[in-house]
């Protein structure tokens, strides 16, 4: 007998045992138990990163002031050199398209291997939830993050620069935007379960990609201008490709945007690789879990 | 042992089987367990004593569906950790010491209600579950503090309480009380006794290299080194192992004749003052070896006879630390090359906290048989105030 079970009066509080009395029972669960399992474990991976915006204001400062003053840096050189008004609306969407793109970097393609470091990852794999439902929940957290720092530098850059949007087609606009998201965190994913593999090295290569990746999507020109490398970009890059899509749906009969396909073809190019870059980040993420567990140097912390 | 009333129709809780695991390394590859066997049954409290190296670690990764074994078979409640890992995750946790999971600009309430999301909690299920634990574990006056500025003893307290959460079958305690005061020790052993003794099958495997937490805790303790268990049993049971006499400290208030007057009495092996008397007391300790503890009658009788008034008497018991030393020729404090490198990375715990290197030689010039106990009993003590 244990020392404290003869002596000690049963703590109310500890007595509860979830699915029976029984740990056959217990462990037994339905499909449909699965589901609203990894439901709840992708709410819950989601919500430190909306109570973290909340209760750090600095990123008031860092996440829309920074970006917009960088958005401004363009409009200004775009503007000295007479260039025509509707770049500096491009400039502006890009600005505001960017807080996605480094939130897949930063807070997507790292966090992993961040996790992994402090000790988290291990807990996670040992919890009762697929490990995708984890980077689903860091993704809608992101977004969540995202959408403000985006919503915030678009208004605010509007109303300073003078931006008129021309919006023919509100529903592609709405669906492109969506697919754009889903692509983007979609490849996030991916570069999660990548960047955990490769280790360390992964941060270097996280600030070897940003600059390139801003160039070669055109995040302050129209990416048609890019011509050949254009084009790989926008069937490689999300960002590419769903920035390119919002500006000619946002900015509708704008003569500057050339040399891409129609908004219809992107919206497929985004939909084309959200399947892709789920289906390959589930596969890796898979991949991981049984590397893991036969080397025992990826979840464990120390190891 | 605390069996659970439905113990009799369960599977063990734990059953380890041949189960061997070697990692890849350079310049060869390092075995970590070297074939283990092991039965735990629900409702056990069960440790794994052994110093860094041993691969407690490893075999409690393996448990956990952390990590795979090279071979051999391991089951949790009948479940196999390479197949149903699932299922296995749905009814264990397992709380490590100096854990810092979480993320540090949430609060202690929020983070733990996070932890209930991965562990399938409904969501006000989460919130009011956490509730409870958090005022069991003693953690009221923190609930809404960030997880940043918790305490080491209050961190450990909110990772228990996660560990808590989901109410596991089965609890792993990877050093719990790894770098905690004493207070803060004692109160996460009290409820880790408190959470096991509310429902019957519930099971708990404990790693530690403190011997009195493991000696104070478990129903049953294995001993492993070297990636091999080499004892297993009852805390007494091991003791037993090497206890091959019965020692006792005597204090009196003198002593004529000096030892030579103990040393021929009946039953007495041996006789010598006690290395650690106060010069300054007005009192004499000396360490006697009897023959068996029904000798001490005797002895108690004739001192009287001689005048002197025994001040203070006590068993001096071998530790868990004999044990070990008794069986692999080495102290807890001399630290084994060995794979499970984690453990030295995990803060900072040094030969200090492992109970002082072990009792060999300090007292053994002055009376062969008696100074080792003594000293371990020395060593004993600070291990308890360690944790």
Do not use: C, K
């Given at each position: 007998m244990s020392a404290g079970d003869s002596i000690r009066p049963a703590n109310p509080v500890f007595a509860s045992t979830r699915g029976g009395t029984d740990p056959r029972v217990a462990s037994a669960w339905t499909p449909r138990e699965v589901v609203a399992s990894n439901v709840r474990a992708l709410i819950g991976r989601a919500y430190p990163r909306v109570r973290g915006m909340a209760r750090e204001p600095s990123w008031l400062f860092f996440e829309i002031l920074l970006p917009f003053l960088t958005t401004s840096a363009f409009v200004l050189v775009y503007r000295a050199l007479g260039a025509p008004d509707a770049y500096v609306g491009f400039v502006v969407l890009g600005g505001a398209m960017a807080a996605f793109w480094l939130n897949v970097v930063?807070?997507?393609?790292g966090q992993l291997y961040w996790e992994k470091s402090q000790g988290n990852l291990e807990l996670y794999f040992a919890?009762?939830?697929?490990l995708m439902s984890v980077l689903l929940g860091m993704a809608v957290g992101g977004l969540i993050m995202s959408s403000t720092r985006a919503a915030a530098v678009l208004v605010i850059s509007t109303i300073v620069f003078g931006v008129t949007f021309q919006v023919e087609q509100w529903g592609l606009v709405i669906v492109v935007f969506a697919l754009t998201l889903s692509a983007l965190y979609g490849l996030g994913m991916m570069l999660a379960s990548l960047f955990l593999l490769w280790g360390r090295e992964a941060f270097h290569m996280t600030n070897l990609v940003i600059e390139p990746v801003y160039f070669v999507s055109g995040l302050n020109f129209p990416?048609?201008?890019?011509g050949a490398l254009g084009a790989l970009a926008i069937a490689t890059i999300p960002f590419a490709v769903g920035l390119d899509a919002m500006r000619q749906l946002v900015f509708a009969?704008?003569?500057?945007?050339?040399g891409t396909p129609s908004p219809e073809v992107e919206a497929l190019i985004l939909a084309a690789m959200t399947v892709v870059f789920s289906l390959l980040s589930r596969w890796l993420i898979r991949r991981i879990e049984r590397m893991a567990r036969s080397r025992g140097s990826l979840s464990i912390r120390w190891q | 042992m605390s069996t659970a009333l439905q113990g009799d129709t369960l599977p063990s809780a734990i059953d380890v089987r041949a189960v061997r695991r070697v990692y890849d390394a350079k310049p060869e590859p390092v075995v970590a367990l070297a074939g283990v066997d092991l039965q735990v049954a629900p409702g056990e409290f069960f440790g794994l004593l052994?110093?860094?190296?041993?691969g407690k670690t490893t075999l409690i990764k393996i448990l956990t569906t952390l990590l795979l074994p090279t071979g051999g078979d391991a089951r949790i409640f009948g479940f196999d950790?390479?197949?149903e890992s699932g299922r296995i995750r749905r009814i264990m946790n397992m709380v490590a010491g100096g854990e810092q999971s979480?993320?540090?600009?949430?609060t202690v309430r929020e983070q733990l209600w996070m932890f209930s999301q991965f562990y399938g909690l409904r969501a006000r299920e989460g919130w009011s579950r956490v509730d409870e634990l958090v005022d069991a574990v003693g953690l009221a006056e923190q609930?809404?503090?960030?997880?940043?500025?918790?305490?080491t003893g209050q961190r450990q307290k909110m990772n228990m309480a996660r560990g808590l959460l989901n109410d596991p079958w089965i609890l792993f305690l990877d050093?719990?009380?790894?770098?905690?005061d004493v207070a803060a020790a004692r109160s996460i052993r009290e409820l880790v006794l408190d959470w096991k003794a509310a429902v019957a099958g519930r099971t708990v495997l404990l790693t530690t290299h403190y011997m009195a937490e493991a000696d104070e805790l478990c129903d049953r303790i294995a001993i492993v080194d070297r990636g091999r268990i080499l004892a297993i049993g009852t805390p007494d049971e091991l003791k037993r192992r090497v206890q091959r006499e019965s020692i006792f400290r005597l204090e009196l208030d003198h002593l004529d004749g000096g030892l030579a007057v103990l040393g021929r009495?009946?039953?007495?092996?041996s006789a010598a003052f006690a290395a650690?008397?106060?010069?300054?007391?007005q009192r004499v300790a000396v360490n006697l070896a009897l023959?068996?503890?029904?000798?001490l009658g005797g002895v108690v009788t004739a001192l009287g006879g001689t005048g002197s008034h025994i001040l203070a008497l006590r068993k001096s018991e071998p530790t868990l630390e004999d044990v070990f030393v008794e069986l692999?020729?080495?102290?807890?404090?001399?630290?084994?090359?060995?794979?499970?490198r984690g453990s030295t990375d995990?803060?900072?715990?040094?030969g200090d906290e492992d109970?002082?290197?072990?009792?060999?030689?300090?007292?053994g010039g002055e009376l062969a048989g008696l100074g080792g106990h003594d000293t371990v009993a020395e060593d004993r003590d600070a291990v308890g105030s360690a944790p």
């Open positions: 930063w807070m997507m393609a919890a009762p939830m697929n990416v048609g201008r890019l009969g704008q003569p500057y945007i050339t | 052994g110093p860094n190296g041993a950790v390479v197949e979480g993320y540090g600009i949430l609930r809404l503090q960030r997880v940043s500025t918790l305490s050093e719990p009380t790894l770098g905690l009495l009946p039953g007495v092996e650690d008397a106060d010069p300054e007391a023959t068996d503890d029904a000798a692999v020729g080495r102290g807890f404090g001399d630290e084994a090359e060995g794979p499970d995990r803060g900072g715990h040094g109970g002082g290197g072990g009792p060999s030689g300090a007292t």
